[in-house]
Every structure is written in C-alpha cells, then in structure tokens.
C-alpha cells in the first residue's frame, strides 16, 4: 500500500487515539499483548473500563480461564493512556507469577516490592513508589505500607485472590481493614474464582473493598437478601454492575482441554529408613524441645516431616542445622526464632506460604520469644539425639523411592510415546538438597545431560552456563529483559524444551511458568496443601496442552498416614485426574492452605495407631464433607451465572470483531512503520518482518524486527522457530518513535489521488466515487468530561456538492494514494469545509454528553438505592426495638415472682427509652443520608461538564480513480 504524509499523520493519531469506550479503547492493549487471546477476556477488560464512573469490579471466571490475562489487558491499557499509578495486591506466593506474566506478556515494567526491596531503595536515596513501574506487592506487605499507598492517588488496583479480603469489613480483620483503608478512594480491579463461599455476607465484604456506596451498611444487606426469596433477583441485578464470572463450560469452543491421568507408585521403605522415620518422628513428639522454636514450633515440625519424607540427605543436613543452632544456644549465640525459620524456609524452598504465615504473626508473640533458664543437661541430650540421627540418616545411602522414581519414569514415557507427546519430564520436590542429589542419582542412571535444575537461586554453574549462552544467542534480539531473575528463568525453560528430557524443580517452579509442551508430572514430594498441588499440575495442564497429563504420586507403603493424604487428595479434592482438575469451588473451602497443612501435621504428630489414623482422617473428612455442601450452589449459579444465556454467540461475535479490528490495527501500523522507516530498513512483507539497518534514535538497536501479529500464519511460526527478532510493538521505542514523528510530518493543503481500482478488497463505498474528486478537512476533537475522549472526525463533500458521511471519508484511507500537487483552497469550499467540521463537533460533543448521562444516571441510580439502602438500615433497628418490647411484655405475663416482674419492666422502660430515640434519631438520620447522597450526585454532575477543544490535521482536494 503506498501512503501519503496525511495517510500517515491520520494513521498515526488513529493508532494512539483515546477512546471512550469499546473495542476502540482496547486498541492498543490489545495490539501490543504478546499472547493469544480469547473472547471472554477480551469481553472481562471491556467490562472493567465500560464505565468512567465506576470505582471497581469483580472478575469473577473459573480457575483457568486467565484472570491475570484480564487484568494484565487492563493494566496495559491504563498504561497506553499514561496513567501509570499501578499497582498489584497478591499473596506472597503470586508475587513474581504477576511480575512475569505482565513483563513477557504486556511489556510492563514491573517492581516487586517487599520490606527487604523498601529499605534497599530507601537506603539509596531513592522514593521506592515513585518509580515507573506496576507495583506488586503482598496482602500483608500493603498493610504494612498502608500510610505510603493512602498519600497516592493509584489509577488503578488489582487485588488478587481478592476472597481472602472478604471481610474486611469486620473490625477483627486487621489486614482487610488496612488494605480497605488505604486504598478505598482508587479504581480496584478484584480477581477470585470464588466470591461467594458459605454466605451472601461474603458479597458485601467484597463490595466494601470497591465501593462503600454499592450497598448500605452490613444491617441492610443481611435485612434485605440474607432470607433468600424474590430479594436474590434484586441482588443478582445490582451484582451486575459490578461482577462478571465465565464458567469453563461455556468456552470450551475456543479453549481445548486435555484430561488428567493419575498413577501412583507404591514403594516399601527399608527396615534401617523405617527405623530412622520412627526415630525422627519420636524426636519431633518431644515436649518442650530446644531444637523447635517456641513460636514456630508447628511451623518447623511441619518443615521436618516434609524433609523426613523427602530424602535422607534433606532430613540429615537439617538435622545438622538444629544441631549447630543449639550449640550457638549453648555458647549463649542465640538466633531470632523466627528468622531461623525464615533462613530454614528458603534454604529448602519449601511453600512460600509458609514465610508468609511467619510474616503475619502478631508482635505479641514476641513474648514467647523471651529468654527462659535453659537445662544444660536436657540441651545436651538434645544435641547428642540431632548427631545420632543425623550421622544415621547420612548412612542411608539411596533412598528405596530414589530407585521408584527410575520405575516411574518408565512408565511416564512409556506413556508419552503413546500418545505422541514430547519425552519430558517435570519432578517436584520440597528440598533444594534433594533436587542435587536427585540430579546426581538421575544422571549416573541413564540420564546424563538431560536433567535441568529450575530452583528459587538459579544460580549454579550449570545454570549459569545455560543463562549466559541464552544471553549470547539473545544478544541482539531484544528477547532480553535485562533482568537476571527473569531472563534465566526463561533460558532455563527454553534448554529444557530444546534439550533437556527432565526438569527437577523445587515449589519455585510451581507457578509463573508455562509447560504446555511436557505432559508428564511427577510429584517426588507430595504437598499436603491442594492449592500447591493444583498449581503444580497446572504448570502443564493448561491452555495449549495438546496432550493428556500424566500425574505420578509416591505412595509409602509403610505409612499409612501417607495412604490416607493422598486418598484424601485425590477423592475430595479431585486433583489428580478429570478434564479440569481441583474445581475452584473445592479449593476455595480451604481458608488457608497452610491451616490445612496444620491439621494434617497434628495427626502425623499425635496418631500413633492405624485406629487412631482412621478416626482423625474420619473426622477431617467429615468437615470437609460438611464445608463442601455448604457451598450455596444453587444461590451462586442464581447470582453469577445467568448473566447471558446466549453467551456462546456473544463471545464468537466478540472474537470476530477482535480479528477484525486487530487486522485492521495491524495493517495500519505496517503500512506506516514502512512509510515512516523507508531508506532505514529493508521490509518483508510476507513475513511482517524487516531489518533496521540504522538507528534513528541512540535508544533504538538495530537488528530485525518483527510484527506482533495474532493471526498471521507466518508470523506465528517466525515467533515459535526463531528467536532472532525484537518484537514490534506501538509501545517499542521504535514504534514510539514512528508514530511520535509521523503527528509531527507537514501536511499543506495537497491534492490527492485515491486508487480504489488495484485494492485487494471491495470498497463499495469509494467505488462509487471513481472517476470523481471533491474536498475533506479531518479534525481532532478532543472532550474532556469523566474521562479524556479523542475523534477524528471527517468533513467533505463531492464535485457537485453532495456531503459524504463519515465511513466513507475514512474508507478513502484504505486505499493507496499520491499527491498530484499543491491544492489551492477556494474561500467558499474553506467557509463550507469549516462549517461542517464545526456541525460534526458539535455533535459528537453532544453524543459524547448523552453517553456520560447514561453513565451519570446509572450512578446516581445506585446512589439512590444506597440510601434506601441505610434508610432501611435504621427503619430495621427501630423495629428490632419494637419486637424486643414485645418480647419481654410476654416474659413478664409468664413471671411467677414480683422481682421477676420488676426486672423485666425495668428492661422494657430502658427499651422504650431507646425507641424514642430511634424514633426522633431516624428522621435526622434520613435527613443526613440523603444530604449525603446529594452531595455525592453533585458532585458527579459538575464532573459531567465537558470542555472540548479542536484541531485541524489536513485538508486535501481529493480523486478517486
């Protein structure tokens, strides 16, 4: 397509427009997200920004369905529109999942903020919150800095897992509360697959964090929808505002879904590592140990029986540390409790949960931490018991499950031949000591060269090979980050992918990285916490697995504790086998995993007898019976999942208008990177590639480039087989440049020639102008109202005088064109062109205030009802007054005695005092809430003023041949 310097300024203003809503918003998240994308998604970001007015919503899919995808389109688009107050609340454990997940698919810069990134930045001089990044940080970290985030007004907030802020409401929730009050006057994005759990309460917690005025106070809500009834369709229609959930079900047209398989290897420990099993656990029993701290003892129990059941080497060289550390008790060198375990934690990288669960334990606690008078007989015994076992567990030598995992993977790839998919392997363990000595044992059995080690360090001189040959291969590709962390994560997956067989991760590996392309997933070291195992199985059972997944759990036969977890794993919660894996709804009964984890420690620790075993496993399986069926599911399906019947059909329409739209976006950034670029790089049209031979900007690397594009063919397999380009995005610094210049190009009055004829498509509506010429003027208006809105806006008209509309003006611009010259503008075609433009304003700028209107009075609606809302609120308390009168009036015609009696009329005579008050208190109460409410709606009003402003891009002579 040849271009003129207007195609390219009017592509160039097209491409970087602020839209006021619609696809047209999302253009350039859309365009610039280096992932495919689907219908829901897309559909979720829309409902996310549809309102200006709107202070947040829920999105609320099914796990799997790529609500970080959804919200990571939305934090893109904040971006494109320069408002980059950004932040992210996750837990801790999610933290560098979001960090990665935006800055490989979204191409934003992201800081990881946590107390030891705050001080080193403090430390430097440096304000940490000032920085040009999307913040991410965890639940309790924001608590923590809750005075810092409440001085900045953020554009927008994303909470993720928001149902663990479900009652932040409640004074007791000192987390919620902080959280709540340091962000409550920002736009927040709220993700959860589970917003409502056990109680309809749970929905106002949420809404709380979004919005003080989507209900009135917690006395309302329950007066009005906690009975059920006919008030679940009012909830349901005011829940529409605000939440959006899609099922898996309803998008299984775009997204394809592999099954699960389950296998379990059994293994019979030896007598010598059941003895030291035995030992062990007779040592963790010991009241009023030295060896556990006392404020973390569960915590480091619990850290032990993992270890003890994941190697001999792992239990041996913690059983070393406890030691040392007494000794240093001992030599009166004493640690910080809690930072020993933090130091034992990550040493291991065992859940990450469990640093958060010391993180959040109250100051008080330190109480416990007090010196106490140490038995140096006792500690001395102590010490003798830890070198005993040690030096035991030392002597082990291969462990029985060591030689069950070379079985296993026979059978693993056994599998894999089967059904055609990739000889690859991922195995979890719990301990960094058993990953090395895994890797050892895997590669003098068979396995020489093919075992890559994925852990929290990353920092080995394997490691560091694979990372600086990825970085040479990468050197000018622009693939590089330019962070370490992230960059060696990458070569990691990528060298496993190309050449490795086995991937032996430690919980590092269990979330943030994609293994579409392995199948086979082997839990070494089983987690008793569900949430851990499912997002370990979904490294690989995940969009784009083409293959079924192969799960292979351990099974101790001697254990039968062990028996019992993994029965209780695999029934209740249905992690191993199906089509979806764990439901979202089973998961999200576990308030915490690590309090799960805590009741299955508890019954390790004090069930010694198969009877015993059964009967705690008995009583655990009944609460969780009990919790599963209280999970209101008919009320849910009722509020969440009625939304739109013909959601099949929206969703394929709203695909279609993606590409579309897409295509078009891509087509234009093309044609104008070519036109802007000509003399500087040599074009590939097939492949949407092209070789920048020199720099126009010091910032900007020479070296190949290539176009994001989601449906060209070539493209995709250019970005799947090779790695030697810089992807090309608006938000490049090369397409920044682009577009930057082509605002700026000079665009006289010129006379233009259109050719309609050579297009590759029909245009029915240029056609018809073959052969004729007339005059256009494009305006930019810019409206300021709730948000910023930019137009481009047409104006012209044919030879004989006849306007044309909009479309067709724009339509002109499909097509290639040339300039034939200077165009001298006529006073009377100049005075025409001037007072259409000025009509067009006009009516955009008015369309624009019937929109905002719309916004305007959905708002004040929802105000309304919130004063209904707390009128009821106070109505409800008067009457609950009422009703407690009457109730003691009865007690006292039941009343045997005169003192009986009196007490009672003292009572009601206290009670009718207060209903007076209520009485004389509810109209200064409605007077107050409706005072409130207008100022509110006031306020909104003198936002919804608009002040616009224009300007002239070009005006040209045009003809169509």
């Not at 697995?545 to 029934?571: A, C, K, M, P, T």
């Amino acid at each position: 397509m040849t271009l003129t310097a207007h195609h390219a300024k009017y592509f160039a203003h097209d491409l970087t427009r602020r839209a006021a809503s619609g696809m047209d918003r999302l253009s350039m998240s859309l365009f610039d997200a280096a992932v495919d994308l689907n219908p829901h998604q897309i559909e979720a970001a829309l409902f996310a920004l549809h309102s200006p007015l709107s202070k947040g919503v829920i999105l609320a899919d099914e796990v799997g369905l790529g609500k970080t995808i959804e919200a990571g389109i939305v934090l893109c688009q904040f971006w494109a529109e320069r408002k980059r107050r950004l932040l992210v609340i996750c837990p801790a454990s999610l933290r560098k999942q979001w960090a990665l997940e935006l800055e490989e698919k979204f191409n934003l810069s992201t800081l990881v903020l946590d107390a030891k990134a705050y001080r080193i930045a403090k430390r430097s001089g440096c304000a940490p919150l000032t920085e040009k990044a999307v913040f991410i940080m965890s639940l309790n970290y924001a608590n923590i800095l809750r005075e810092e985030l409440k001085a900045i007004s953020w554009d927008l907030i994303v909470i993720d897992e928001a149902h663990k802020l479900r009652n932040a409401y409640r004074p007791s929730n000192k987390v919620g509360q902080g959280i709540r009050w340091a962000t409550g006057d920002c736009r927040k994005l709220l993700l959860t697959a589970t917003p409502l759990q056990n109680s309809l309460v749970e929905l106002y917690g949420l809404s709380t964090l979004i919005d003080e005025h989507l209900f009135g106070d917690l006395n309302s809500f329950r007066s009005q929808y906690a009975g059920g009834g006919s008030s679940i369709t009012d909830l349901r229609q005011r829940l529409s505002d605000f939440c959006k959930r899609t099922l898996r079900n309803q998008v299984t047209e775009y997204i394809r879904y592999t099954e699960r398989r389950p296998i379990t290897r059994p293994f019979t420990p030896s007598d010598d590592e059941h003895a030291l099993y035995e030992a062990v656990s007779g040592f963790l029993r010991r009241e009023g140990s030295y060896a556990l701290p006392s404020r973390q003892r569960h915590l480091i129990a619990l850290i032990l029986r993992k270890l003890l059941a994941s190697s001999s080497q792992a239990i041996a060289a913690t059983l070393d540390t406890l030691r040392l550390r007494l000794e240093s008790l001992r030599d009166e060198k004493v640690q910080d409790d809690a930072e020993f375990t933090e130091d034992l934690i990550e040493a291991e990288e065992i859940e990450g949960d469990l640093l958060d669960e010391i993180l959040a334990e109250p100051d008080e606690a330190e109480a416990e931490n007090a010196p106490r008078t140490i038995d140096r007989q006792k500690l001395s015994e102590e010490i003798d018991i830890l070198q005993r076992l040690a030096t035991w567990a030392h002597s082990i030598g291969t462990d029985t499950k060591t030689k069950a995992l070379l079985t296993a993977l026979d059978i693993g790839f056994e599998q894999m031949a089967a059904t055609g998919a990739a000889r690859k392997a991922l195995i979890f363990t719990e301990s960094r000591r058993t990953q090395e000595y895994l890797k050892t044992y895997l590669e003098s059995h068979g396995y020489l060269g093919q075992v890559v080690l994925f852990n929290g360090t990353n920092s080995g001189p394997e490691t560091t090979l694979i990372y600086e040959r990825w970085v040479e291969k990468n050197l000018d590709t622009g693939r590089s980050s330019g962070s370490r962390a992230v960059d060696v994560r990458t070569s990691l997956i990528e060298h496993f992918r190309d050449e490795g067989s086995i991937l032996l991760a430690t919980e590092a590996a269990a979330e943030g990285i994609n293994l579409q392309f392995c199948s086979l997933v082997i839990n070494y070291d089983l987690p008793w916490n569900p949430q851990r195992i499912e997002q370990r199985i979904g490294r690989c059972h995940r969009y784009g697995q083409r293959h079924d997944v192969v799960v292979i759990n351990f099974l101790n036969e001697r254990n039968e504790v062990d028996r019992r977890v993994l029965e209780l794993l695999g029934e209740k919660f249905s992690l191993f086998s199906g089509v979806f894996g764990a439901s979202d709804e089973v998961l999200g009964t576990i308030e915490s995993g690590v309090d799960f984890e805590k009741r299955i420690l508890a019954i390790y620790q004090e069930c010694r007898t198969p009877v015993e075993i059964d009967a705690a496993f008995y009583t655990l399986q009944a609460e969780m019976d009990k919790q599963i069926r209280t999970r209101m599911d008919d009320t849910r399906r009722t509020l969440f999942e009625h939304f739109d019947e013909d959601v099949h059909q929206r969703l394929r329409l709203q695909l279609n208008d993606t590409k579309a739209h897409l295509d078009r976006f891509s087509q234009r950034f093309w044609s104008l990177t070519r036109f802007m670029l000509d003399g500087l790089a040599r074009f590939d049209d097939d492949a949407l590639a092209f070789d920048l031979s020199r720099a126009p900007r010091q910032e900007i690397a020479t070296g190949r480039y290539h176009l994001i594009s989601k449906s060209h063919p070539k493209m995709a397999q250019a970005v799947s087989e090779e790695h030697s380009q810089f992807l090309y995005r608006l938000s490049h610094p090369l397409g920044e440049y682009v577009v930057e210049c082509a605002k700026a190009l000079p665009t006289a009055p010129a006379r233009i020639v259109f050719d309609v004829s050579h297009h590759p498509a029909h245009i029915h509506s240029v056609e018809t102008l073959r052969g004729h010429s007339g005059y256009l003027i494009l305006m930019r208006l810019v409206v300021e109202s709730y948000e910023r809105e930019e137009y481009l806006l047409f104006s012209g008209f044919d030879g004989i005088g006849a306007s044309l509309d909009q479309e067709t003006m724009e339509k002109l611009f499909y097509c290639s064109g040339r300039v034939a010259g200077d165009a001298t503008i006529q006073p009377a075609v100049e005075k025409r062109l001037v007072a259409e433009a000025e009509r067009h304003n006009k009516a955009t700028v008015s369309r624009s205030l019937e929109q905002n209107s719309v916004h305007f009075n959905l708002a004040r609606e929802k105000l309304e009802k919130w004063a209904d809302d707390m009128v009821l609120s106070a109505e409800k308390a008067l009457a609950d007054t009422k009703e407690q009168i009457k109730a003691l009036r009865r007690q006292t015609r039941l009343a045997v005695t005169l003192e009986e009696q009196h007490e009672i009329q003292q009572k009601i005579q206290k009670m009718e005092k207060q209903q007076r008050r209520q009485r004389q208190d509810i109209f200064k109460a409605e007077d107050e809430i409706i005072e409130k409410r207008d100022a509110l709606i006031d306020s909104l009003e003198k936002r919804l003023s608009q002040s616009f402003r224009s300007e002239r891009l070009f005006t040209i002579h045009w003809t169509v041949v």
